[in-house]
C-alpha cells in the first residue's frame, strides 16, 4: 500500500479546520488513525492496515471502519485494487494542508506583526497560492456548513467577500468588540457568522454589536445561541437597536424572575405569557414582591407553573384593591365571627343539651297549658 505525501519536514501540520469542525463530532480512535496518517505522509515507513492495526491494538475492520469515516468526510482517498485490496490512501484537499516553507514565512511574519498589535485586517491576510494558505478567521471557513438543521445549510459568503469585508475599519472594529465581550480570540466560525450577519442578514454593525452584548448579558456565549437569536431577531424583520431594545424589554428581569419561580430556567416566556406578565406589571402596576406571592400561591395549589392561574389570583388582587404585600396579609385575616343572636320566648326554660334533645323539639306555650288545665 502507498501512502502518498504532500510535503516533508520534522513536524505534523494540522490544519484548524480539522480541530473546529472535524475533530469534535469524530469518534477518539478515528481521530488517533488520521493523525498517524498524516504524521506518516512525511516518512517513507511502508504502511499496511495490519500494521496500523498493531499501532493502535486494533482490528485490521476498525481501521478500516476509520478509514471510510473519513473519506466520507471528504478527508482522504482510498483506491483498491482489482481484486479489493486496498492500495493507496490519499489525504485530499477537504483541509488544505500549506507547503511548509510558505508556513514558516507566515509564522514568522505573524510573530513580528504580533509584536506590534495587529489589527483583523493584517490577521486575515492569506497566502497567495489558494490550494495552500494558511487562512485565519473567516477566510480559511469559507462555505463551511453550519450545524443546526434550523439554520441555513450554507453561509453563502465567498472567501473573497469575506477578505473584502475584513478590510473595513468598522468590521475590524466588530471584531474586536465581539472579542472582548466573547472574552477570547474569535474562531473561524465565530467570524463566518458575524460576517453572514453583516452581509447576509444585513445587520448593521451597531445592530451586531447590541447581539452579542444582549446574548452575553444572558450568559450566552456560544455562537450557536447568537445565530439562533440573530435569526429570530431577522424573521421579525429588526433592523436597528431600537427595534431589538423593544423586542428584548419583554425579556426584563422581573419577568426572568417570575420565570424562575415558576422553575422555568431553559427558555424564555411564550408570547401569552410575556403579554398576561405585562398586565401585571404595566396594567394592574404590581410590584414584584406581590407578582411573586401570587407564583408561589399557584404552585402550592396547581403543584405546577400556570401563568392563567396566576392571573386569576393577581386579578381578584386588583379588584379587592390590593397595592403591596402587606395588604395581602390583611386580605386573608378571617374576620371576626359574629355571635348569632338568639331569642328567648318569656317563661320558656332552654332545653339541655343531652341525647334526649337531639331531635326537633315541639314548640308549647307552657304558660297557656297551665291556664287551660286552671278553668277546666
Known amino acids: 500500500m502507498i501512502l502518498h505525501k504532500y510535503h516533508s519536514g520534522d513536524y505534523t ?21 488520521y493523525l498517524y496518517l498524516l ?15 498493531d499501532i493502535f491494538n486494533h482490528t485490521e475492520s476498525d481501521v478500516k471502519r476509520a478509514l471510510t469515516y473519513w473519506e466520507k468526510k471528504k478527508l482522504l482517498q482510498i483506491s483498491y485494487t482489482p481484486d479489493g485490496e486496498l492500495k493507496s490512501i490519499t489525504l485530499t484537499d477537504g483541509v488544505s494542508f500549506p507547503d511548509p516553507q510558505k508556513t514558516a514565512d507566515c509564522a514568522r511574519s505573524a510573530q513580528r506583526t504580533q509584536e506590534s498589535v495587529p489589527s483583523y485586517a493584517e490577521e486575515t491576510a492569506v497566502v497567495s497560492d489558494a490550494g495552500n494558505r494558511l487562512d485565519s478567521y473567516a477566510s480559511h471557513a469559507a462555505d463551511f456548513p453550519l450545524r443546526s438543521d434550523s439554520e441555513p445549510k450554507r453561509i453563502s459568503i465567498s472567501a473573497d467577500r469575506k477578505k473584502e469585508l475584513a478590510a473595513q475599519e468598522d468590521i475590524q472594529q466588530l471584531m474586536y468588540i465581539a472579542q472582548q465581550y466573547l472574552g477570547k ?41 447568537i445565530r439562533a437569536v440573530a435569526l429570530e431577531w431577522a424573521s421579525k424583520q429588526i433592523s436597528t437597536v431600537a427595534d431589538a431594545k423593544k423586542d428584548t424589554n419583554l425579556y426584563s428581569k422581573d419577568y426572568y424572575a417570575v420565570m424562575n419561580a415558576f422553575g422555568i430556567k431553559d427558555r424564555g416566556p411564550a408570547q401569552a405569557e410575556a403579554e398576561m406578565m405585562a398586565r401585571w406589571f404595566t396594567q394592574y402596576h404590581f410590584s414584584l414582591e406581590v407578582v411573586l406571592e401570587a407564583c408561589r400561591r399557584t404552585i402550592n395549589r396547581t403543584h405546577a407553573p400556570n401563568f392563567q392561574y396566576a392571573d386569576k389570583i393577581l386579578a381578584s388582587w386588583k379588584e379587592a384593591g390590593i397595592a403591596r404585600l402587606s395588604d395581602i396579609a390583611a386580605l386573608d385575616r378571617p374576620a371576626p365571627a359574629a355571635a348569632p343572636a338568639q331569642k328567648s320566648q318569656p317563661g320558656r326554660k332552654n332545653a339541655s343539651a343531652n341525647r334526649f334533645n337531639n331531635f326537633p323539639q315541639r314548640d308549647y306555650d307552657f304558660e297557656q297549658l297551665e291556664q287551660q288545665l286552671l278553668d277546666c
Do not use: Q, W
Request: hydrophobic share 35%; with cysteine; aromatic share 14%.
Open 13 to 33: 501540520l494540522v490544519h484548524n479546520r480539522f480541530f473546529d469542525e472535524y475533530m469534535p463530532s469524530a469518534n477518539g480512535e478515528f481521530v488517533k488513525i
Open 39 to 53: 504524521r506518516s505522509s512525511d516518512t517513507d515507513r511502508e504502511l499496511s492496515l495490519s500494521v496500523i492495526a
Open 185 to 225: 480570540k474569535l474562531s473561524s466560525t465565530e467570524v463566518t457568522n458575524i460576517l453572514y450577519f453583516y452581509d447576509e442578514l444585513h445587520f448593521s454593525v451597531d445592530l451586531i454589536e447590541y447581539l452579542i452584548e444582549y446574548c452575553v448579558s444572558k450568559g450566552k456565549r456560544s455562537i450557536s445561541y
